[in-house]
């Protein structure tokens, strides 16, 4: 199946492809949380983010991964990572408003207490092979 959504000024906009059930999930960090992130991804899925602007990266924590955000409305869309395999990402379904995950339930997940290694093993298990198009 292929969903698609946009940042709320319509500046990024995404397609997310997969043949697995949706799992969305939020994690306890300030930043998810404030937000009111709900992410999802999928090992063997495609994520094609495409800007009209350059996006803004926002890097905490380990500062393993950037968080990007659309210049313009400052909606936070996606979480980006090069991969051993290429590039990564996971997606914010509620900041590229997908519709069709609205209503899903979410599970609440804890990164609290992984080391650098486990959380970059993690998403390399686990998040989906991304193409990101944005300006120079």
Known sequence: MIYSG???CGAVSATYETSAPI???A???SFCRTRGVK???DPDGKLT???TQKLTRYRFGHKSAD???CPTCGTYV???MEGPRGPIGVINAVGLNIEEFRNL???LTSLDGESPRERIARRVSRWTPMTLSEPN
């Open 6 to 8: 946009a940042c709320h």
């Open 67 to 69: 968080f990007l955000i």
């Open 105 to 107: 339930p979410v599970t």
């Open 49 to 51: 983010l495409t800007s």
């Open 23 to 25: 799992c969305l999930r």
């Open 27 to 29: 994690d306890g960090c």
């Open 39 to 41: 992410s999802a991804s």
């Open 78 to 80: 996606a979480t980006y």
